[in-house]
C-alpha cells in the first residue's frame, strides 16, 4: 500500500491548553488519543508480474529439431524478447485503462485510525423550522457512502445493543488537514430504511452516512463542507462510540442545543426510526427507553431536522418521546412564525416551544415527571456555555468528564446519571 507523507492532522491540539478554540478542545476530547493521524490513501495496484515464459518458445529455445545456428538462434530470441516486451508494453496499456474504473468503483472500509478518501454523493441544503426548502442557509446536509466493517454484533444491524449506542466521525479536507468529529444522523450500525444499506458481505456493508454540519463563518472544517458538491472528495475515519448505554436506562433525558441535536436524532432514529420499527431483534434484546428530548437553538429558524423529529415521535408514539423546543430569541422567533404564517403559535408540528433557554425550572418539571432518578439518564450535546448552565464544564484535559455541576447538580442529580457528549 502507497502512503503519502505522514503528517500530523493541524489543529488547535497544537496550541497551548486555554489558547485553542473551545471546539477544538472539544475535538481533542475525541481525537485518537495515540500517535499522529496518518492521511493514507488507497493502494494504487502493483504492476502485473511479468507473465512465464510459454512452454512452446521454452522447448523452441532447446529442441534439437529445431535448432539453428548460434546467429540464427540469437536473432530468434532476440525477436521473440521483442514481440513480448511489445506484447507487455501493449496488455499494460490496456490493462491501466480497463483498471480505472474498477479503481472508482472499489470502497474503502472506514477505519478507526487512517484517514482514507470518499466522496460526496449527495449535497443539500437542510431544512428548517420556517424555510424548509431553502433552510437557514447555516446547515448543509453530506451524504458519503461508506463501507463499514461488522462485528458478530453488528451483523444483520439487528442489535439490541447497537441501537443503544451513539457513534462518531471525524472528517477532515485534503486541502486543510484540519479533523472535526460529527454525528451521522442515522447509526451505520442499525439498518434503516431512511438510510438504505446493502450488506456486502457478513462481515461489512454499505452504508448512507448524512452528515448535518453548520457553518461558522470563520470556522475552517464547516466552510470545507459548505463549499463540497457531490463527487468532490473528502477524509474520513471513525466509528468512535461517543455514548454506549448500560441497558439499565428506562428513562433518558436528551439535551441539545445547536448542533448538538445530531447524536440525539441518532440515538433515537436508531430507538425509534424506521430501522427500529423493522427491526424485532432490537425490541427483544432491550427494552427501549422512554425520551424526553429537549431541544434549542438561539432563534426558531435554526431548529433543523423538525420533520424528521415529527416523524420519530409519530412512530414512537407520544408516550415514549416527548420533544420540546427552546429559542432564545422567542419575541423575535415569534414574528418570523408570525410573518410566515400568519399567526403566533406556542407549538411547531406538534411539539411545545418554550420561549427561554432549557432552565432550572425547565429541568425540576421534567424530572418531576420522572418515577425515579436511579433509571433515568442525561445526555447533553451543546455548545460549551450550554452544557457548563446545565452539568458543568466538562474536564480540562477536554476528554474526560469533569465534575457534574450547573443546574443538575442543584436538583440533585448524581455524575454517573449525566454524560456531556
Ligand atoms: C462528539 C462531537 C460531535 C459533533 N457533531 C457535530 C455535527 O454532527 N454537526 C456539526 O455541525 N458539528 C458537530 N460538532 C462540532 C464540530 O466538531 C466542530 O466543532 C464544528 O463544526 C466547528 O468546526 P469548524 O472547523 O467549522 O469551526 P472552527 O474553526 O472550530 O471555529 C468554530 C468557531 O470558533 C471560533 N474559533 C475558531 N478558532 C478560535 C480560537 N482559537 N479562539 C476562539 N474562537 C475560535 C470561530 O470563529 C468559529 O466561530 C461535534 C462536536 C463533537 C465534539
Known amino acids: ?23 477544538c478542545i472539544r475535538d481533542r476530547s475525541t481525537a485518537a488519543p495515540s500517535a499522529p493521524t496518518v492521511l493514507s490513501r488507497r493502494a494504487s495496484r502493483p504492476s502485473r ?55 472508482a468503483q472499489r470502497r474503502n472500509i472506514i477505519a478507526p485510525d487512517t484517514f482514507q478518501e470518499f466522496r460526496v454523493t449527495q449535497k443539500r441544503i437542510a431544512s428548517s423550522t420556517l424555510l424548509e426548502e431553502k433552510g437557514d442557509g447555516e446547515h448543509v446536509m453530506l451524504d458519503v457512502d461508506v463501507e463499514v466493517s461488522l462485528n458478530e454484533d453488528q451483523q444483520g444491524g439487528q442489535s439490541g445493543k447497537e441501537a ?16 472535526r468529529p460529527y454525528t451521522p444522523l442515522y447509526s451505520p450500525f442499525v439498518v434503516s430504511n431512511d438510510a438504505p444499506a446493502s450488506i456486502k458481505t457478513p ?30 472528495q473528502i477524509l474520513l475515519r471513525g466509528f468512535d462510540k461517543s455514548w454506549q448505554g448500560d441497558g439499565t436506562e428506562t428513562e433518558l433525558i436528551l439535551i441539545a442545543g445547536g448542533t448538538g441535536i445530531t447524536p440525539m436524532h441518532q440515538l433515537i432514529s436508531s430507538l ?85 433557554r432549557v432552565g432550572l425550572k425547565d429541568l425540576e418539571r421534567i424530572a418531576k415527571q420522572k418515577d425515579a432518578h436511579t433509571h433515568c439518564k442525561v445526555l447533553i450535546a ?11 464544564p466538562k ?3 477536554g476528554k474526560s468528564q469533569g465534575e457534574l455541576g450547573g443546574h443538575l447538580s442543584h436538583l440533585g442529580w448524581k455524575k454517573e446519571q449525566v454524560w456531556k457528549l
Open 164 to 179: 443503544m449506542c451513539i457513534h462518531t466521525l471525524h472528517l477532515a479536507s485534503p486541502a486543510l488537514s484540519i479533523q
Open 1 to 23: 500500500m502507497q502512503m503519502l507523507r505522514p503528517r500530523l492532522l493541524r489543529s488547535c491540539q497544537a496550541l497551548p491548553r486555554g489558547e485553542g478554540c473551545a471546539r
Open 382 to 392: 451543546g455548545p460549551d456555555g450550554m452544557v457548563e448552565a446545565i452539568a458543568g
Open 272 to 356: 425509534f426510526g424506521s430501522n427500529a420499527s423493522s427491526n424485532s431483534a432490537a425490541t427483544a434484546t432491550t427494552t427501549k427507553p422512554k425520551i424526553t428530548l429537549l431541544y434549542s437553538a438561539h432563534q426558531i429558524s435554526a431548529l433543523c431536522l423538525l420533520p424528521e423529529l415529527e416523524d420519530l415521535r409519530q412512530r414512537a408514539g407520544a408516550e415514549r418521546l416527548h420533544i420540546e423546543l427552546f429559542v432564545d430569541q422567542h419575541s423575535h422567533s415569534h414574528s418570523l412564525y408570525e410573518r410566515v404564517f400568519g399567526r403566533r403559535t406556542k407549538e411547531v408540528r406538534g411539539m411545545k416551544l418554550n420561549g427561554n
Open 203 to 232: 462481515k461489512s456493508a454499505l452504508r448512507k452516512v448524512q452528515l448535518m454540519i453548520k457553518k461558522y463563518n470563520d470556522g475552517e472544517v464547516g466552510r470545507f463542507a459548505h463549499s463540497l458538491a457531490s463527487g468532490d
Open 49 to 103: 508480474p511479468p507473465r512465464p515464459l510459454p512452454l512452446s518458445a521454452r522447448h523452441a529455445s532447446t529442441s534439437t529439431a529445431g535448432r539453428r545456428s548460434t546467429a540464427s538462434n540469437g536473432s530468434a530470441r532476440g525477436k521473440i524478447l521483442y514481440l513480448l516486451v511489445g506484447a507487455g508494453i501493449a496488455s499494460a496499456a490496456v490493462y491501466s485503462k480497463t483498471s480505472q474504473p474498477l479503481r
Open 395 to 397: 474536564a480540562r484535559d
